[in-house]
C-alpha cells in the first residue's frame, strides 16, 4: 500500500499509511465529499479508478474555517481472493486550468 496524499509527503505500508490517513482525517469536522468518476478500468488481477472529489468541510488549525475541497485522485486497486483491494492513492488539489499553449512556452527564471 502507497499513499501520495492532499496534503503532500508520500507513505508506504499499511501502518505508515494507516498513520497518515488518521492524520489527514483528523483535521476535517463536519463537512461533505462527493466523488465524480471520470474513468475506471481493469486488465486481470489490477484496476484504477480517476476521478474528482468536491466537498466543502472545517478544518483544523485553519481558525477552523469551513472551505471547498477539490481533489483530483487516482486510485490503483489489486484483486485479492476475488476482493478488490486499494494498493494506491494519489491525491492533490486542482490550482488552476492550464492550457495545453501555456505548457509550450519557454521556462523563464523567475528573479
Request: net charge positive.
Amino acid at each position: 500500500m502507497t499513499i501520495f496524499g492532499g496534503y503532500g509527503a508520500q507513505e508506504r505500508g499499511w501502518t505508515e499509511v494507516g498513520h497518515r490517513l488518521d492524520w489527514a482525517s483528523a483535521r476535517f469536522r463536519k463537512g461533505t465529499l462527493t466523488y465524480h468518476p471520470l474513468a475506471a478500468g481493469t486488465s486481470g488481477d489490477l484496476g484504477y479508478a480517476i476521478g474528482i472529489e468536491k466537498g466543502r468541510a472545517r478544518v483544523a488549525d485553519e481558525h477552523d474555517s469551513t472551505g471547498e475541497l477539490v481533489l483530483r485522485v487516482t486510485h490503483l486497486f489489486r484483486r485479492e481472493h476475488d476482493q478488490w483491494k486499494l494498493i494506491h492513492r494519489h491525491a492533490d488539489t486542482i490550482v488552476a486550468i492550464t492550457t495545453p499553449r501555456e505548457h509550450l512556452q519557454p521556462f523563464q527564471a523567475r528573479p
